[in-house]
């Protein structure tokens, strides 16, 4: 066999291998998913050249660039590799299967930097982003240590679904604030996430929450003692914040609604 005609092959099939769900077809054609024109654009516009220029410099017509960047045609295997060494970003990346330019991916959880291990020093001379970075870092520890005990994968997967879309719409509001960043940097558009879809997709969250940890009771099963003494000699220090926490939200939406 023709060596040419095998290394190709043989690329062609480690590619397919590592973008799992991506077909590559013999043609060339990719099947992308719709991260790679929004990435794709977004790199463009972050080098700060027009389309006119960036598909000169690509090999392409501005047609067909603005085909690939509003995701009307799927480009070969070759465009992508030229498109990567031009934004010099990793194919990974520019499919939208990592957040890290240069394709690292995290594979394992001792891969994952933990912030609360940081040391005691202040974030950027706030005080009180430090003070709150901590309440919430030692109280979640707590939170999800009683999950794992519980062991049920459904709930975990709840709270953290729940807690991740309360960091991203904290992190889209400063993001968006003053008006001059492009949110198709998001895969929800700016209509739906004022008009309160994340926070529908909270409470969808929070039901599947509840359901799991009601299913935990009708199946018997065991909860971990919940009790001060217990929480306090199992999470020494970490527990107080935890407290804090309970309390100052408490008096807050109690005064809120005039509850209290």
């Known amino acids: 066999m023709n060596f040419s005609l095998l290394f190709v092959i043989s690329t062609l099939y480690l590619y397919t291998l590592f973008t799992k769900r991506r077909k590559c077809y013999m043609e060339g054609v990719l099947v992308m998913n719709p991260d790679f024109s929004r990435s794709l654009s977004l790199l463009r516009q972050e080098k700060g050249v027009s389309q006119r220029s960036a598909a000169k410099d690509l090999g392409i017509s501005q047609a067909l660039l603005s085909h690939y960047e509003n995701g009307l045609r799927e480009p070969g295997l070759a465009f992508v590799v030229k498109a990567c060494d031009y934004y010099n970003v990793s194919a990974d990346f520019i499919l939208g299967r990592t957040l890290s330019r240069d394709g690292t991916t995290i594979f394992d959880v001792d891969s994952l930097p933990d912030a609360s291990q940081d040391r005691d020093n202040i974030l950027h001379g706030s ?42 719409q904290i992190f889209r509001h400063l993001y968006r604030a003053d008006g001059t960043r492009n949110e198709d940097f998001f895969a929800l558009s ?33 909860f971990p003692n919940m009790g001060n003494e217990a929480l306090t000699r199992n999470y020494p220090g970490q527990y107080q914040s935890l407290l804090q926490i309970i309390h100052t939200t408490g008096e807050r939406i109690a005064k809120r609604s005039g509850s209290k």
């Open 190 to 222: 700016s209509r739906s996430f004022l008009m309160g879809a994340p926070q529908a997709e909270m409470t969808f969250c929070e039901l599947d929450y509840v359901e799991a940890l009601d299913e935990h009771v009708r199946e018997k099963g065991e």
């Open 127 to 168: 005080v009180m982003a430090t003070l709150s970075k901590k309440l919430l870092a030692n109280s979640i520890s707590v939170l999800f240590d009683l999950l794992g005990k519980l062991g049920r994968r459904d709930a975990i997967k709840a709270a953290s679904d729940y807690l991740g879309l309360a960091v991203y």
